[in-house]
């Protein structure tokens, strides 16, 4: 049963950096997405044992692991796509003036993504997300890949805090690595992304 695949990467591996060395690229979508690829759809495939058996004295685990493993499909898919080798600078239109409008500044936003994306406790991610339910942007942060997480907020812009996405360049000074995001930021893949969630 394959539900899920690995997307290629928009870009070649080399393509971000000095940013992001590709060397790191190759290792983080080739083996770890390509892991959670893997992992959602082998869960995937165990759920229907456990139905097919009536037994599912194993759900709540299977049903944990699934969430994490789709949620890290689901935030690498966009990560890949919310850089660019032509990235950086600063939002223009409908997404700079809502991020005016919420959180004051661009400057004000910049700060709080890249202090929710450098400070969050262990592995996970800070992420720009649209919540619909009061049509407004949010940030929020993401531990591992599903934790702490508005339930109908619309991912739109996501920086990889695990260590897989920075490490064998930056070693441990996270706040480096979230300083180079900004530069390869795709942002009109992230505005487009903002249309669309507004027009639900």
């Given amino acids: 049963m394959t539900v899920y695949t690995l997307p290629d990467l928009p870009y070649d591996y080399g393509s971000l950096e000095p940013h992001i060395n590709g060397y790191i690229l190759e290792l983080h979508h080739d083996k770890h997405h390509a892991a959670y690829v893997k992992g959602a759809n082998d869960t995937l495939e165990r759920i229907a044992e456990a139905r097919d058996k009536g ?84 940030v929020e942060q993401v531990y591992d890949h599903h934790g702490n ?22 070693k441990n000074v996270r706040p480096d690595f979230v300083k180079a995001m900004w530069e390869v930021v795709n942002w009109q893949d992230v505005a487009a992304r903002y249309e669309a969630a507004k027009a639900v």
């Fill in 55 to 138: 037994d599912f004295s194993s759900i709540v685990g299977l049903e944990k692991t699934l969430a994490f493993n789709v949620s890290g499909h689901v935030l690498h898919s966009l990560y890949w796509e919310n850089m660019s080798p032509d990235g950086g600078e600063r939002p223009e239109g409908d997404l700079a003036e809502a991020i005016d409008e919420y959180f004051g500044s661009f400057e004000g936003f910049h700060g709080q993504l890249s202090a929710a994306t450098t400070l969050v406790q262990g592995s996970g991610w800070g992420v720009l997300s649209y919540e619909p339910l009061s049509k407004r942007l949010i």
């Fill in 149 to 170: 997480v508005a339930q109908t907020s619309v991912p739109l812009l996501a920086f990889d805090a695990w260590e897989h996405a920075y490490y064998l360049q930056y």
